[in-house]
C-alpha cells in the first residue's frame, strides 16, 4: 500500500495527471457548452478524431506545427457546425445525428490516412512534430509545483484556463445568459427577442473548436502522430464527465479531472502485481456508482419538492 | 347502419394513408442508400480512386463464391441479433448504447457454460443459449433500471458498462479463461455438441462458418415484431416511445416499460455473442465483437426500429461489410470508404424533415384532388 502512496505523492505522477487530464478536460467543456445550449454533442469522439488526423496531416505535409493545429481546430468546429445544421435546420435527433458524424469521423479518417500514405495504423510514416511546452520563468524553483508545472503542454495550460473561461463565458457574458437561456427553453428565449438558433450554432462550434483542441493535444502533443481510432472512447468518457459534473463548469473540471487521475493511476498501477485491465475499470466503476447516486439524490430532492409543493 | 359506413370509411382512408406512407418510408430508404452510394463515389474519384471498379468488387463481390456468401450470412446474422436489440430500447425512445457490454457478457456465458458444463446433444445448445440470453439481459437491466427507477442518463450508463464489461472480457480472455499451452489469446474450444450446426452440413456446398443461427436471428425477428405490434408490453413500449406523458395518464406503468425494452434489447444482444461463440468462432477471442455493437445501431435506425425491416438493413449493411473486405483485395480502395457510405445513410435516414416534408406534401396533393 504505501507503495501506492509513494506513486500518487510524487511529483511526476501529479505531473502525469495534468496531462493524462487535458483531452477529457477540454473535451469535456466543449460537451458542457453544446449540452447548455440544448444540442446534446455526442459527436465529442468524431471531433477529437477529425482534429487530431487532419492536425497530423496538415502539419506534416506543410511543416508547419500551427498551422496543422489550426487546421485540426477547424475541422472539429466545423463538425460542430454541421451538428447543429442537421438538429436545427432537418430536425435530426442530436444524439444519432452525433453517432453519424462519429461513424463519419472515424471512416473518413482511416480512409484519408490510408490514400494518402498507404498505410492503415496511422501516420507514422510522417514527420509533422509536436506544440511547444510552456514553463513559466521563474517556476522551476518553486518545490514541488514547479516539478508539476514546468514542460507542460501549451494545450494542457490551455485546458486549465478553459474552465475559468467557460465559467465566465456562462455567467459574466450576455452570450452566455443567452446560451443558458436558449438551452433552457429555446421558444421562451426566442420570445424575447434571443437569436436562438444563432447562439446554438454559436455554441456548437465553440463546443468542437474545444473537442478539436482534445483531438490536436492527442496527436501533436506528446506524440507526433496520428494513430487510427487513437481517441479511443476519450470523447465518450468526457460525455460521461459532463453529466457527473451536474452540468457547471467547475463540476465538469472536476470531473474530468478525476478520470484524468484515475487513468494515470491505473498505468502506474499497472507496474504493481494487478491485472491492468480490472485497474482499468475502476473510473467507469466508479463513475456509474456516482450517476446512480447522484440520480438517487436529486429524484429524492424532486420528491421532496413535490412533497413541499402539495403541503 | 351509417354509423358503420362511416366508420369503414374512415377505416379505407387510414389505410390508404398508411400504405402511403409506407410506400415514403421504403422509397426514402431506396433513395438514401442511393445518395450515400453516390456520395461515396464521389469521395472515390476525388481521391484518385477507380469507383466503378471498385463498386463492381463491392457489390458483386459477395456473391461470386459459396463461401463468401458464408461470410456474409454469417456477419448478418450477428449484426441483425445487434441491430435488434437496440430497436427495441429505441421504442420506447431509450437511446441504449449498451450492446457492446450486452454482447459481451453473452459471449462469457455461452462460452463458459458451453466449454465447462458437460450436457447431453440438443440441451448442450439450449442452455448456453438462454445463459447467453440471460446474461444479456441482466447487463440490459442494470442501465434499464437507473434509468427507470433514478432517473440516471442511460446514454452514460451505458456507455460506462461497455467500457467496464469490454476490460473485464479482455483480462478474462488473457488470463483466467485462456487456453494453457497456446501461443495465440484465446480460450479453450466450446463442446462440439454444443455448436451450431453449420449452413454447409444441410446445404452441402462449402458456406463457410455460416450456422442455423440464421434461423435463429430470423425467428428472433418475427417474434420481436409480434412482441412490438400485437402484444400488450410491445404496445407499453410503443406508448412509452412516442409520448411518456401521454402513456402514464393512460395508466401505463413508463418505468416499467423501459425497464423491459433494455431488459429485452439485453437478452437479444447476449443472442448475438451467444452466436459469436457456439456458430462462428467455437470460442472466445479477443475482441470478438469488433465494432459490430455500434454498427448494430446503424442498423437500427435504417429500419427505423421495425423489427421485421432490421433484417433486410442488417442483409444490406453486412452486404456491404463483406463487399468491402473484397473491394480492398481487389483494388487499391481501403474498406474505409463502406464506413464512411454508412455514416452519410445515418446522416440522411436522421434528417427527419425530410420525408415528413414528402408526406405532408403528398397528404396536400390528395386533399387537393378531392
Known amino acids: 500500500m504505501s507503495s501506492v502512496l509513494d506513486v500518487v505523492l510524487s511529483s511526476a505522477f501529479l505531473a502525469a495527471v495534468l496531462r493524462v487530464a487535458t483531452p477529457y478536460l477540454l473535451a469535456a467543456l466543449g460537451g458542457l457548452v453544446a449540452e447548455r445550449a440544448g444540442i446534446s454533442n455526442i459527436a465529442l469522439e468524431g471531433q477529437m478524431l477529425a482534429a487530431a488526423c487532419t492536425g497530423a496531416l496538415v502539419a506534416g505535409y506543410s511543416h508547419s506545427v500551427a498551422l496543422g493545429a489550426l487546421s485540426g481546430i477547424t475541422v472539429a468546429m466545423l463538425l460542430g457546425l454541421l451538428l447543429a445544421a442537421l438538429r436545427l435546420e432537418l430536425g435530426a435527433d442530436a444524439i444519432i445525428a452525433g453517432i453519424g458524424l462519429n461513424l463519419l469521423a472515424s471512416g473518413a479518417t482511416a480512409y484519408a490516412v490510408y490514400t494518402l500514405l498507404d498505410d492503415k495504423g496511422g501516420t507514422t510514416g510522417l514527420r509533422s512534430g509536436t506544440l511547444p511546452t510552456v514553463t513559466l520563468p521563474g517556476i522551476e524553483s518553486i518545490p514541488v509545483l514547479g516539478d508539476v508545472l514546468s514542460g507542460q503542454n501549451m494545450i494542457t495550460w490551455l485546458a486549465f484556463l478553459a474552465a475559468p473561461f467557460v465559467a465566465w463565458l456562462f455567467f459574466r457574458t450576455r452570450f452566455g445568459f443567452h446560451l443558458r437561456a436558449v438551452g433552457e427553453m429555446p421558444d421562451a428565449a426566442a420570445s424575447v427577442g434571443i437569436a436562438a438558433r444563432r447562439v446554438q450554432y454559436a455554441g456548437l462550434a465553440l463546443s468542437g473548436a474545444l473537442a478539436g483542441l482534445a483531438g490536436v493535444f492527442l496527436s501533436m502533443g506528446y506524440v507526433s502522430f496520428f494513430v487510427r481510432d487513437m481517441t479511443a472512447g476519450r470523447g465518450f468518457i468526457a460525455l460521461a464527465a459532463v453529466f457527473l459534473g451536474g452540468l457547471r463548469p467547475w463540476g465538469v473540471f472536476l470531473a474530468a479531472l478525476g478520470f484524468g487521475a484515475a487513468e494515470a493511476l491505473a498505468v502506474q498501477l499497472g507496474t504493481l502485481d494487478v491485472p491492468p485491465q480490472l485497474v482499468s475499470t475502476i473510473p467507469y466503476a466508479m463513475t456509474l456508482v456516482a450517476l446512480a447516486l447522484y440520480a438517487w439524490r436529486r429524484k429524492r430532492r424532486g420528491a421532496g419538492e413535490v412533497a413541499a409543493v402539495s403541503l | ?370
Open chain 2, 1 to 370: 347502419m351509417t354509423a358503420t359506413l362511416i366508420e369503414s370509411e374512415d377505416r379505407r382512408e387510414y389505410r390508404t394513408t398508411r400504405r402511403r406512407d409506407l410506400a415514403v418510408d421504403l422509397s426514402m430508404t431506396l433513395a438514401t442508400i442511393l445518395a450515400a452510394l453516390a456520395i461515396g463515389f464521389l469521395v472515390m474519384l476525388a481521391t484518385g480512386k477507380d469507383p466503378i471498379a471498385a463498386y463492381e468488387a463491392l457489390l458483386t463481390g459477395p456473391m461470386e463464391r459459396s463461401f463468401r456468401v458464408g461470410r456474409w450470412l454469417e456477419d448478418a446474422t450477428t449484426l441483425t441479433l445487434l441491430g435488434l436489440s437496440v430497436a427495441i430500447p429505441f421504442r420506447a425512445r431509450q437511446i441504449s448504447l449498451g450492446a457492446e457490454s450486452q454482447v459481451y457478457a453473452g459471449a462469457l456465458a455461452a462460452a463458459v457454460v458451453a466449454i465447462l458444463l458437460p450436457l447431453p446433444p440438443v440441451v448442450a445448445v439450449i442452455v448456453p443459449l438462454v445463459a447467453a440470453a440471460a446474461a444479456g439481459a441482466g447487463m440490459g437491466f442494470v442501465p434499464g433500471a437507473m434509468k427507470a427507477r433514478l432517473g440516471a442518463n442511460e446514454i452514460v450508463a451505458t456507455l460506462m458498462l461497455n467500457a467496464i464489461v469490454v476490460r473485464v472480457y479482455d483480462y478474462l480472455v488473457n488470463g483466467p479463461l485462456r487456453q494453457t499451452g497456446s501461443s495465440a489469446v484465446h480460450s479453450e474450444r466450446i463442446h462440439p455438441d454444443s455448436a451450431l450446426t453449420p449452413l454447409t452440413d444441410w446445404f452441402g456446398i462449402p458456406l463457410g462458418r455460416s450456422n442455423i443461427g440464421l434461423g435463429l436471428m430470423l425467428l428472433t425477428a418475427v417474434a420481436l415484431w409480434l412482441l412490438i405490434t400485437r402484444t400488450p408490453l410491445g404496445y407499453r413500449i410503443r406508448m412509452t416511445g412516442s409520448n411518456p406523458d401521454f402513456a402514464e395518464y393512460g395508466g401505463i406503468r413508463v418505468p416499467r416499460a423501459i425497464e423491459w425494452s433494455f431488459v429485452i434489447g439485453g437478452a437479444v444482444a447476449g443472442l448475438a455473442g451467444a452466436h459469436l461463440v457456439l456458430g462462428v468462432y467455437g470460442r472466445l477471442e479477443p475482441g470478438m465483437a469488433g465494432s459490430l455493437a455500434f454498427e448494430g445501431i446503424v442498423v437500427a435506425l435504417l429500419a427505423r426500429n421495425n423489427p421485421l425491416v432490421v433484417v433486410v438493413a442488417g442483409l444490406f449493411y453486412s452486404y456491404l461489410r463483406a463487399g468491402g473486405d473484397i473491394m480492398e483485395q481487389q483494388t487499391d480502395v481501403g474498406t474505409e470508404i463502406v464506413v464512411v457510405i454508412q455514416a452519410v445513410i445515418v446522416l440522411l435516414v436522421t434528417a427527419q424533415a425530410l420525408p415528413d416534408l414528402l408526406k405532408r406534401r403528398l397528404a396536400r396533393k390528395q386533399v387537393g384532388a378531392r
